[in-house]
Nanobody, 125 residues
């Protein structure tokens, strides 16, 4: 019924930049919060940033050195969220996942959690 598809990952040198996209499609009535998570090899998945339907953003304090380098945004008309990542470092290497809380058309007002399949970001020289 609903799909989230991430794109934009790849291999980048330290200090480089990438922009990830997450497009939601299907029987969508509305999208509440959207978020980016990441999971490095051998580690648990961790929150990177969230953005509300109104555009309020929050960044994970637990992710060291994140603030100022990553920017989350969204285009509600396109049901798409973005994550601009600058000054990438090897420790940013991970699979990045998009998450969205969505009201599915025809299901009333209940929010459902959806995840994308993930996109690999590798930072290496």
């Amino acid at each position: 019924q609903v799909q989230l598809v991430e794109s934009g990952g790849g291999l980048v040198q330290p200090g480089g930049s990438l922009t990830l996209s997450c497009a939601a499609s299907g029987s969508i009535k509305s999208i509440n919060a959207m978020a980016w998570y990441r999971q490095a090899p051998g580690k648990q998945r961790e929150l990177v940033a969230t953005i509300s339907s109104g555009g309020t953003t929050n960044y994970a304090d637990s992710v060291k050195g994140l603030k100022g380098r990553f920017t989350i945004s969204r285009d509600n008309a396109k049901n798409t969220a973005y994550l601009v990542m600058n000054s990438l470092q090897p420790e940013d290497t991970a699979v990045y996942y998009c998450n969205a809380r969505i009201v599915v058309a025809g299901t009333g007002l209940r929010l459902y959690d959806y995840w994308g399949q993930g996109t690999q970001v590798t930072v290496s020289s």
